[in-house]
């Protein structure tokens, strides 16, 4: 497994395994505690892991918390991802740049995502799986969205939206929930 680092955002990295495949199909390891301490992370810090499943069209995000910011690991574990991240840390030399990935279960590539950097993405294929490893607890009262189609961000997601949630739906501007995260 190496570590690349993400031009576009400081701080956020690529982890990409090495599969070892025969006529059985692979194996590789998605996460290696070496690999990320070798980058200055903290492997013991991540205390929750989760699993989406989307299909074709939907979106999630963008999303990010308020307070002390969420790191978060994230993998496309079956299925194919159009991946968002946006750099929302003020203090940050990449402030506002976006990075766009592709994740796929045929890579199993994994992306850090720095706490106070925004999150999203939308389902490629039929079904989706998305495994995230969280650096603290989930608390919906630090929950910041900002809408999808903001045009300050233009995110160029590549199919039009099937299904989102309400609170996708709803989300204020980029400039909203930036007052939001900050209050």
Do not use: N
Not at 30 to 54: E, I, K, M
Request: with cysteine; charged share 25%.
């Amino acid at each position: 497994m190496k570590a690349t680092k993400v031009p576009e955002i400081t701080g956020a990295y690529l982890f990409e395994p090495t599969p070892y495949a025969d006529e059985r199909g692979f194996f590789c390891r998605t996460f290696d505690a070496d690999v990320v301490r070798s980058v200055g992370l903290d492997p013991d810090a991540f205390v929750q892991d989760s699993l989406s499943r989307s299909v074709r069209g939907v979106l999630r995000g963008l999303h990010l918390r308020s307070g002390a910011g969420e790191a978060k690991l994230v993998r496309c574990s079956y299925g194919r991802i159009f991946d968002v991240v946006v750099d929302l840390r003020t203090d940050s030399p990449t402030y506002r740049s976006r990075a766009f990935f592709e994740l796929s279960d045929e890579t199993q590539v994994t992306l850090y995502i720095p706490a106070g950097c925004a999150h999203g993405f939308q389902a490629l294929t039929e079904t989706a799986d998305v495994s995230y490893r969280i650096d603290r607890p989930h608390d919906p009262a630090e929950d910041v969205t900002i809408a999808f189609d903001d045009p300050e961000l233009a995110i160029p997601w590549p199919l039009p939206v099937t299904s989102m949630s309400q609170r996708d739906r709803e989300a204020p501007s980029l400039a909203g929930a930036l007052q939001q995260k900050e209050s």
